[in-house]
């Protein structure tokens, strides 16, 4: 093979970098009864096949194109909103991760807080705490092992991997994809982090039970769920937020206060060596109340004050968690509330189903005005339901949902007229998330030229798509999700209520594409432990002439229904370049340095050898500015 022409490496990479950011600084189950206008954006229908692919999954597989024109791109559409596909290849995967199904009082007796256990096997004598201060860390860890081995423990580690493990899987193998793209969605826009150790053990089972179930329903029964998920209530603080003191000492029934003085004891943490901290000062917390407002509902100019976010928080108060301990730590609490009659608890106002507590003395009775909207004195758990379902319908809530959603699918700046229609549906269907997508893909600009190729993949989309384009058979997730952590986005860790900002200049910089090639050469080439590709295989074992050759036939099929020869023509000086993946990685470990976790690099052996011209023909088609492109 002769080389197209004679450039350097660094070149080639301020070429690719030049081409992507600059692409995006230019521009800013009966009949389903809608149709799609893509005929009008002059698409063919595979065009506008891929393009409904590429926006709501995780990224068209070989066959799929053919699987939705044949079955026609509305019902397809429709048949994804009912989420009701059948997943048992998938099931199958995920019956290997027993931590999966547990409920959160099962998850905090089985994988406790690594201090919580210390604590405990130092009251037992386990431990000599004297002892213990003495001598070096290492001394006791063999200890602290076999006694969690004794009582079933396990480590909380092991918790989060699987957990990791599930969302790789599902994203690349559930056929019902728009609904795990949507769990990213709403999970992103309802934000907890595993970085936050009071609420990390519940965030399995907050995006299993409360974001999943309700992606496809109403906006105002996914806030409720997330209000009153112990995860929420932790990230944010609410479990602990209180009515003011004199309201507390007033509290008729000593038993009820005792029930909150042994549960505010039980939310504290311990120190490093078992020993309690001391307790949180008890009173309003107003984390919540600012967030639900800011970025779950109205928006940041959605028109409220600091004083509605004050009156807000003092609404919600109360609102906390049931304890889970069934022994040891928390236990006190758990026990006070089990040993209360069930209807007294009624009577004195409290609210208990499932994880959540309206804990009825721990909550500001006086009265309470929040936009307007007067809340009279006296009022308990429902003034909280009330101002939450006045939250999820509220004019500012609907614009600003509806852009945001509009961002994710459609552009990262579209157009008011857009928003404004998807915000009329919101309005007259009651929020129906469901409605307000079938408004969108319905409009013009969601098959326009604006909107076609404009959005840019994040590092796990990125990921998902190339396995997913690649067929890859999945045995070790974790291993991808570490490249994901490695490309700039570790997956449900991150720390602002925010989530992880959802346009393109936040993910494209040098460093950003120098991984992500680096990705794709390491995937192609079988240098990630636990992913197999065959590429002959995917083009049914036919080997390409040459490198220009394999690398017309692999975009096409990677990247369907795409005019690519601007794109080929750009990556063909990359198909001879010498030692490729090593000049790659060394030039992204210097941008970005190796501070990410866990990482399997290039030294690591090919579970199975594919051909090195394919391998790295994929590589650099997988690293292009127009992979990156959904």
Request: aromatic share 8%; proline share 4%.
């Amino acid at each position: 093979m002769k080389t197209v022409c004679k450039v350097t490496f660094g070149s080639l990479i301020i070429l690719l970098g030049t081409m992507l950011l600059s692409s995006f600084s230019d521009k800013n189950v009966a009949k389903p009864p809608f149709k799609f206008p893509y005929k009008k954006a002059g698409l063919t229908e595979r065009q506008a096949a891929a393009h409904l692919l590429n926006r709501f999954t995780f990224g068209p597989r070989a066959a799929d194109v053919d699987s939705v024109t044949d079955m026609g791109l509305e019902e397809w559409f429709l048949r994804q909103l009912e989420s009701k596909l059948p997943d048992d290849s998938l099931n199958k995967k995920l019956r290997a991760y027993n931590a999966l199904e547990l409920s959160n009082t099962e998850v905090v007796n089985t994988y406790p807080k690594k201090n919580k256990v210390l604590r405990m096997a130092i009251a037992e004598g386990v431990i000599d705490q004297a002892a213990r201060d003495k001598s070096n860390k290492g001394a006791y860890k063999s200890e602290l092992a076999a006694y969690m081995q004794e009582k079933g423990f396990k480590p909380q580690k092991e918790l989060y991997r699987q957990f990791a493990n599930q969302k790789i899987l599902r994203a690349a193998y559930s056929n019902n994809q728009l609904q795990e793209l949507l769990t990213d969605f709403w999970f992103n826009h309802f934000n907890v982090s595993l970085d936050k150790n009071q609420c990390a053990e519940f965030i399995p089972a907050y995006e299993r039970d409360v974001i999943r179930p309700n992606v496809l329903g109403k906006f105002e029964d996914l806030l409720l769920a997330t209000a009153q998920s112990p995860a929420m209530l932790m990230y944010l603080d609410n479990s602990s937020s209180t009515g003011v003191k004199e309201d507390m000492n007033n509290a008729k029934d000593n038993r009820m206060k005792r029930i909150a003085d042994q549960q505010m004891e039980d939310k504290n943490d311990t120190t490093s060596n078992g020993k309690v901290k001391k307790p949180r000062k008890r009173g309003l917390n107003e984390n919540y109340a600012r967030e639900v407002m800011e970025l779950h509902t109205l928006g940041v100019d959605g028109g409220y004050t600091q004083q509605d976010v004050t009156q807000a928080a003092r609404v919600l108060t109360g609102w906390t968690i049931y304890p889970m301990n069934d022994k040891g730590y928390g236990t006190a609490a758990r026990k006070s509330l089990d040993n209360v009659d069930e209807s007294k608890l009624n009577r004195r106002g409290f609210v208990h189903h499932g994880d959540f507590l309206f804990a009825a003395n721990r909550h500001d009775t006086k009265e309470k005005t929040v936009l307007g909207r007067h809340f009279p004195a006296g009022g308990g758990y429902e003034e909280g339901v009330e101002l939450l379902k006045m939250f999820a319908n509220h004019p500012s809530t609907a614009k600003f949902v509806c852009r945001k959603i509009a961002i994710r699918f459609v552009n990262d700046h579209p157009s008011q007229s857009l928003v404004d229609e998807m915000v009329r549906t919101f309005e007259t269907k009651n929020g129906d998330i469901g409605q307000v997508l079938i408004t969108m893909v319905s409009s013009d600009e969601f098959w326009s030229k604006e909107a076609l190729r404009e959005k840019t993949k994040s590092p796990f989309e990125l990921a998902i798509s190339a396995v997913r384009g690649l067929n890859a058979d999945i045995s070790q997730p974790y291993q991808l999700y570490n490249w994901i952590a490695k490309m700039g986005q570790k997956m449900y860790y991150y720390q602002a209520p925010t989530g992880f900002p959802d346009k393109a200049e936040y993910w494209i910089n040098t460093g950003a594409l120098l991984n992500r090639m680096n990705f794709g050469l390491a995937l192609a080439s079988q240098r990630i432990p636990g992913i197999s590709i065959n590429l002959a295989r995917l083009n049914q074992n036919h080997e390409p002439e040459s490198a220009e050759a394999a690398l017309v036939t692999y975009s096409k099929m990677i990247m369907p229904e795409r005019d690519l020869s601007q794109t080929i023509t750009r990556l063909k000086p990359m198909l001879n370049e010498p030692d490729l993946a090593t000049k790659v990685e060394q030039a992204a470990q210097k941008s970005v340095g190796t501070e990410q976790p866990e990482m399997m690099m290039n030294n690591e052996k090919p579970f199975a050898k594919n051909n090195a011209m394919l391998a790295q023909v994929v590589g650099v088609i997988i690293g292009s500015p127009e992979f990156q492109r959904k």
